[in-house]
């Protein structure tokens, strides 16, 4: 008996999973908006956010890891077989509820020394017992969510990308709802958004799991068993955890660097929200729609199709990105001062994190263009050419970071993951070629790319030239948003225009031409 399979259709697909992280952002903005008014940079806003990084970290190790890259194309395999398919993703599942349980116990057990880790930083001020008792009661966390990635990768390796896309609206929306009851009640807002995670974390789990219930495809646990399916996938898994852990250990170096100056950590973590909205919203969605897509027509041997939409998934990322990276590198002040310059908030704030988001700016194409090419080789079963390229990549960062400190003080880590992403994404594209994905198979990919940063820098020289004359006129009261979002708006039709001068909207609509 076969699975209800859904169609894996590029563009729509990015569209479906674009949309709801887009809707997830925006709710994000408005959390970070308010964490921002109500705490500021001070002790408490430092303490959430190195607390509510100790679980993230363990996510992306194992989450967004191992069971996105190794479990997707496994599940792939199986897809013409229910029985088959439920079995080994029940297997699965059950190893991982034993694993995260092991791992939720321990972090309990020495979360000081996990902090010390982190932020070391933070020794001796109020700072680490505050940190200390918040990761206590975040870290249950990592278990609710992790669960919950493990039956998103059942429902996306069938093409059913709405609610995995859609569920993390109900972390923001949570936490929404915590800081505004808080702050108007008198109650402990550290605590109060500190509970709400594990909660927030709950209701995403269980939205998850209530999807593959409706459409039949609830694994059943049982005791896990090491078969031979289970060894091949610790394999696959392997190289991909590890290659998480090398991401976090790039993190790691960021926020250690970060805890030895005062407000860095909330400075650099408001500028990589920012920057995350983009990303997240082009970077993530391909990603997501493109590893079951291509790990479908690797395994129906359909390399002319792999290329085709690897090729459109460059151009419809650069269309896109390309245009939000200028705007990011050319107004970072005006965008931080009006998400964020209110209440405890102040101009230096500003001043700091807009820096921050210029350098991270610089980097934002890279990180998409990852999206594009780990999939290629995660597709492939191939977990771990991407693991080394990840492990050259951490080296240079920490390398970087730590030499340009005396220079740079807490930007040097993103300078660092800046440098070090587009190093990464060079030798990814650069390995690419033992699938035959060389860029130039289509001889007007240049030159589309070329249009693209045309019409962005084009757009970007009519930002520079209006951002200072609405900073210096529009600058109270509501007419300084209205200001703001008409500059942006009208920078959007004048790209809009351009590439359809261009012609650019017939590559994103039917693809490419030899």
Request: include cysteine; aromatic fraction near 14%.
């Amino acid at each position: 008996m076969r699975l209800k399979q859904k169609k894996i259709s590029l563009l729509p697909s990015m569209l479906t999973v674009g949309f709801w992280t887009l809707a997830s952002r925006i709710f994000g903005f408005v959390r970070d908006i308010m964490m921002a008014s109500f705490l500021g940079s001070t002790a408490v806003a430092e303490a959430f956010i190195v607390a509510f990084a100790l679980p993230n970290m363990f996510r992306r190790f194992f989450a967004e890891g191992a069971l996105n890259t190794a479990l997707i194309p496994m599940l792939s395999d199986r897809l013409k077989n229910i029985h088959e398919f439920k079995k080994f993703s029940g297997n699965i599942i059950s190893w991982l509820i034993i694993l995260l349980l092991t791992l939720v116990l321990t972090a309990e057990i020495f979360m000081p020394q996990l902090v010390t880790i982190i932020a070391s930083g933070f020794k001796n001020s109020e700072k680490f017992k505050m940190c200390v008792d918040y990761g206590r009661i975040m870290f249950p966390y990592i278990f609710l969510i992790s669960l919950g990635s493990a039956y998103a990768a059942i429902l996306n390796s069938l093409g059913y990308f709405k609610m995995t896309a859609a569920a993390p609206i109900l972390l923001n929306i949570t936490l929404i709802c915590a800081l505004f009851f808080s702050k108007y009640l008198n109650l402990d807002i550290g605590l109060s958004i500190t509970y709400s995670i594990p909660f927030a974390g709950l209701l995403q789990m269980l939205s998850i799991i209530l999807t593959c219930y409706i459409n039949g495809m609830m694994p059943r646990l049982y005791l896990p068993k090491l078969n031979s399916e289970t060894k091949k996938f610790l394999i696959l898994a392997g190289p991909a955890i590890l290659a998480g852990g090398v991401v976090q250990v790039n993190l790691l170096v960021g926020r250690q660097i970060a805890s030895f100056f005062d407000g860095a950590i909330a400075w650099l973590n408001y500028a990589d929200r920012v920057f995350q909205l983009p990303l997240g919203v082009i970077g993530i969605a391909l990603g997501i729609v493109l590893l079951p897509d291509l790990s479908r027509k690797f395994k129906s041997k359909d390399f002319i199709g792999v290329k085709q939409t690897t090729h459109q998934a460059i151009v419809t990322s650069l269309y896109l990105v390309l245009p939000s990276t200028i705007a990011l590198m050319v107004i970072p002040h005006s965008i931080i001062r009006i998400l964020f310059e209110r209440g405890e908030f102040n101009f230096m704030d500003t001043h700091f994190t807009a820096q921050a988001l210029f350098i991270f700016a610089i980097g934002l194409p890279s990180f998409v263009l990852q999206k594009i090419f780990s999939p290629v080789f995660f597709a492939n079963n191939n977990t771990k050419t991407p693991f080394r390229i990840a492990l050259v990549s951490m080296l240079a960062n920490i390398f970087i970071a730590i030499a340009l400190i005396p220079v740079c003080g807490f930007l040097a880590t993103a300078v660092g993951t800046t440098i070090s992403s587009w190093l990464m994404v060079c030798l990814l594209i650069y390995r690419s070629s033992q699938y035959e994905l060389k860029l130039e198979m289509y001889h007007n990919l240049f030159h589309i790319i070329l249009k693209i940063s045309a019409c962005s820098l084009l757009m970007g020289l009519y930002l520079y030239q209006i951002d200072p004359l609405i900073a210096e006129n529009f600058s109270e009261g509501l007419i300084k948003y209205l200001a703001f979002i008409f500059m942006i708006s009208t920078a959007l039709l004048i790209y809009l225009f351009l590439t359809y001068l261009f012609g650019l909207n017939k590559f994103l609509r039917f693809g490419f031409t030899k």
